[in-house]
Nanobody
Framework: QLQLAESGGGSVQPGGSLRLSCAVS????????IGWFRQAPGKEYEGVAC????????YYTDAVKGRFTISSVNAKNTVYLQMNSLKPEDTAVYYC?????????WGQGTQVTVSS
């Protein structure tokens, strides 16, 4: 059974950095898209960044371009989200998401709080 486990959330001041990790277990496919969503209080889920296994191409929502970087270490089945120059509006619960075919998998979420 495929499972996703996030870690690395926390509290940071504006302008600071955090790195989120998503460890994948039970993966049996080489073709998938994996990435991060977030949900701020009172707001809809928002796709933040994703990476495709087939060619390694990465995509970002406009709000984080130039500040966030998604990367993967296939040997460790781990995906990272490096978040720099954090802003208060980045405050949210961040969820790891993997899509294989028509099936979506979610992690339990990790809180990121950006506040002075």
């Amino acid at each position: 059974q495929l499972q996703l486990a996030e870690s690395g959330g926390g509290s940071v001041q504006p302008g600071g950095s955090l790195r989120l990790s998503c460890a994948v277990s039970g993966l049996s496919s080489n073709h998938y898209t994996i990435g991060w969503f977030r949900q701020a209080p009172g707001k809809e889920y928002e796709g933040v960044a994703c990476i495709r296994s087939i060619d390694g191409s990465a995509y970002y929502t406009d709000a984080v371009k130039g500040r966030f970087t998604i990367s993967s270490v296939n040997a460790k089945n781990t995906v990272y989200l490096q978040m720099n120059s954090l802003k208060p509006e980045d405050t949210a619960v961040y969820y790891c998401n993997m899509v294989i075919g028509f099936q979506a998998y979610w992690g339990q979420g990790t809180q990121v709080t950006v506040s002075s």
